[in-house]
């Protein structure tokens, strides 16, 4: 099955600065890549998703990047602000049944 | 106006106990997931329902049951408690199944604490 990797665990970053987080993925017929936010105590929010045919998408201060050939997608975050320190999650989907695997999780914390 | 809501919020119970959380989308939605989210925040789907027709069933002990009345509704039973179970359980719903449709939404969870 599906195995989806991210790396760091924990993040740490000056405010205004920008985060990059990655994550690696085995299933070469994943085509679908979601990333959640979950601040505590709350439910993942979907921030943001891009699906196979596509190489980058952005919205406002997020971006995200899928290199297929090497099976890995980030997260892009520019001008970060405190609001932005919360647990975030990459996952994928080959589209099978809607299953999403997720990643481990990432700490980012945004120092003011 | 929440679109994915669950009940309760906190559980806590003892060990052998029978319990129920119940979840409820008003976003009309076709297909819902349970997802347990264990003490280093690792999320692994349980099950998922489409049109109240159970699709994905992940290994889970055959303890918890999972109840589809009508597709705005997903619940999960779990009989006979144990403290492995203490977790935070989400319940997510998302348009239907096919490849557009499948951006999931999340309710707030429930915190569930064996003791």
């Known amino acids: 099955g599906e195995n989806v990797e991210q790396h760091p665990s924990t993040l740490s970053v000056q405010e205004g600065d920008s985060a990059v987080i990655k994550c690696t993925y085995s299933?070469?017929?994943?085509?679908?890549f979601p990333w959640y936010k979950q601040e505590l105590g709350k439910g993942p929010q979907l921030i943001i998703d891009?699906?196979?045919?596509?190489g980058e998408k952005k919205d406002q201060r997020i971006a995200v990047t899928l290199n297929k050939t090497a099976k890995h997608f980030s997260l892009h975050i520019t001008e970060t602000q405190p609001e932005d320190s919360a647990v975030y999650f990459c996952a994928a989907s080959n589209n099978a049944r809607s299953k999403l695997t997720f990643g481990k999780g990432i700490t980012l914390s945004v120092r003011p | 106006d929440t679109a994915v809501s669950q009940t309760p919020k906190y559980l806590v119970t003892q060990m052998g106990n029978d319990k129920s959380i119940k979840c409820e989308q008003n976003?009309?939605?076709?297909?819902m997931y349970w997802y347990k989210q264990d003490s280093k925040k690792f999320l692994k789907i349980m099950f998922s329902?489409?049109?109240?027709?159970?699709?994905i069933n992940e290994t889970v002990p055959n303890r918890f049951s999972p109840k589809s009345p009508d597709k705005a509704h997903l619940n999960l039973h779990i009989n006979s408690l144990e403290l492995g179970d203490s977790a935070v359980y989400f319940c997510a719903s998302s348009q239907g199944m096919e490849s557009d449709l499948y951006e999931q939404y999340f309710g707030p969870g429930t915190r569930l604490t064996v003791t």
């Open positions: 329902y489409n049109n109240k027709e159970l699709i």
């Open positions: 891009i699906r196979s045919n596509v």
């Open positions: 976003l009309g939605h076709d297909t």
């Open positions: 299933d070469s017929a994943s085509n679908y």
